[in-house]
């Protein structure tokens, strides 16, 4: 495996290095980087154009231009990285940062959210294929594959952030609209669960009057805009959570893994509880991530205590659960700064930039400002992906569920949820594993659209005014990043067909 890793790194570079010769004489004859001061009135036009020749070291070939520009990448390994300046005069190494570390916050949360929906999407669909959940699905998917990025983005622009901060002033829905969202989510959870004429139909009066009685009783409690969630709410979905995973990983026979997922949740609450003072009074993100750890550890080691025979399993399960918990912890205290925020900022959803300027915000403030800035590229960057997820492990499930060794383990006697989870799952991932690897690099750098619709000054942007302005050195830098990512989320992929497939190791 080593010497499989070292030969792919040497045989990435150098198609790094080939491909950066090619970028690099494509974007220096792309245009002209002084047109703009041609066409200017400045009475010190030539010495401007004289400075800027000097800066882009216009009068030198093209050649020795590109090998300084290698001998600064080659700094790099030594600690002195030089990617030269802006047609600006601005160092791109620190514009490279800024604009790396925009585009992996934006991006990194809505790859995450695309692959864990997406997978899941997917093998639901190929587990039940051709009802009425596979169908809507479907349909989902191929409605967000083809949606133009643009005119998504205007429409969560217009109705998730412009007509939100409008209803959110009052913050209370009107009875007619309560009842219309309250069918539209029985006619699709009822499409979506399917089963006979009966059962559509309970479920379709169940799902319409649980969501009316749920949205007139927010109203009442002003809860859009003073929401609560509390302890007990944090307990309810842990326990929850708990379940469910148990119920996926180990099965919900194996009680020892259930009850050490129930533990988890509790001890989880219970640490909440006498942590909220320090998490509230004197939040910090070291200390945020420094609970988080100790969250696993403590997880792991209630795992271990009740796991016995099946110990490896019900690390897992608490180690999952623990990590919801968690999630559910910082959750509740974001919502319960949700009023303050409100106080501060009265139409939260922004539809441009990465946060907002002169916030004056505490801590659990100015996390709900960075928050509901991501949410609509988030949003729109998860439901592309999705849709490209979803389908391609539905494909991948299907073939998987048909191969002999799926019916060999059917016909042992093993549980639907054991073949499913043991067999089927594990090999079905090799090919997604693929697009995943792919996605996320692709998505590094293949956010143009959407940094520019939401004003986002990530890699798309910087590619993008390097591009416009025959400026060569933000370009080499973004391909010098995009470029770097794909080659290592290919090589990661590799690997990970080697973790999945012990064949592929031999």
Not at 29 to 37: A, H, M
Not at 139 to 156: K, N
Not at 219 to 240: E, H, K, Q, T, Y
Not at 361 to 385: C, H, K, N, R, Y
Request: proline share 3%; glycine share 8%.
């Amino acid at each position: 495996m080593l010497k499989f890793i070292l030969r792919r790194i040497g045989v990435s570079a150098l198609v790094l290095l080939g491909a950066s010769m090619l970028m690099f004489f494509l974007t220096i004859n792309s245009g002209d980087p002084l047109k703009d001061l041609r066409e200017s009135n400045a009475p010190n036009k030539q010495q401007l154009i004289e400075q800027r020749e000097a800066l882009l070291r216009l009068d030198d070939s093209p050649w020795e231009r590109y090998w300084d520009w290698l001998r600064g990448v080659g700094g790099c390994f030594t600690g002195n990285c030089d990617l030269g300046v802006t047609i600006n005069g601005v160092d791109v190494v620190t514009l490279t940062q800024q604009a790396a570390s925009s585009t992996l916050r934006l991006v990194t949360l809505a790859t995450l959210l695309a692959i864990v929906v997406g997978v899941a999407l997917g093998i639901l669909t190929a587990i039940r294929q051709y009802s009425g959940f596979d169908y809507t699905v479907t349909f989902s998917a191929f409605l967000f594959f083809s949606l133009p990025v643009f005119w998504a983005a205007t429409l969560l622009k217009e109705y998730a952030a412009i007509q939100y901060n409008n209803w959110i002033v009052v913050g209370q829905y009107a009875p007619w609209t309560i009842v219309i969202a309250a069918i539209v989510a029985a006619f699709l959870l009822q499409a979506v669960l399917g089963g006979t004429r009966k059962r559509r139909l309970v479920t379709a009066a169940t799902v319409f009057a649980f969501v009316t009685v749920l949205l007139f009783v927010f109203n009442a409690l002003d809860w859009w805009r003073n929401p609560m969630f509390g302890i007990g709410g944090v307990l309810l979905v842990s326990a929850a959570a708990g379940v469910l995973v148990t119920a996926l990983v180990a099965g919900l026979r194996n009680r020892r893994a259930l009850y050490a997922a129930l533990t988890t949740a509790v001890v989880g609450v219970i640490a909440y509880w006498f942590t909220a003072p320090l998490l509230i009074g004197n939040p910090s993100w070291p200390l945020i991530a420094g609970l988080f750890v100790v969250t696993l550890v403590v997880s792991a080691v209630i795992g271990a205590a009740w796991g016995g025979y099946a110990r490896k399993q019900a690390m897992l399960v608490t180690g999952i659960t623990g990590t919801i918990t968690s999630i559910m912890v910082v959750a509740d205290i974001l919502i319960a700064h949700w009023a303050s925020f409100l106080s501060i900022k009265s139409r939260p959803i922004s539809t441009i930039g990465s946060q907002t300027p002169n916030f004056t915000g505490e801590f659990w403030e100015q996390t709900l400002d960075v928050g509901t800035q991501i949410l609509l590229p988030t949003i729109l960057l998860t439901l592309v992906s999705v849709a490209t997820h979803s389908r391609y492990t539905r494909s991948s499930m299907l073939e998987t569920l048909n191969q002999d060794y799926v019916r060999t383990a059917r016909s042992k006697g093993l549980s639907e949820r054991e073949v499913i989870v043991k067999h089927a799952f594990r090999n079905a991932l090799i090919p997604i594993t693929t697009i995943v690897a792919f996605d996320f690099a692709a998505l590094i750098g293949g956010a143009v659209i959407t940094e520019q619709v939401f004003g986002w000054k990530g890699m798309g942007a910087l590619f993008q005014d390097g591009l416009n302005a025959v400026d060569p050195a933000p370009v080499m830098a973004f391909f010098l990043v995009t470029g770097i990512a794909a080659v290592l989320m290919n090589l990661v992929a590799d690997i990970a067909y080697a973790a999945l497939d012990p064949r592929i190791r031999r």
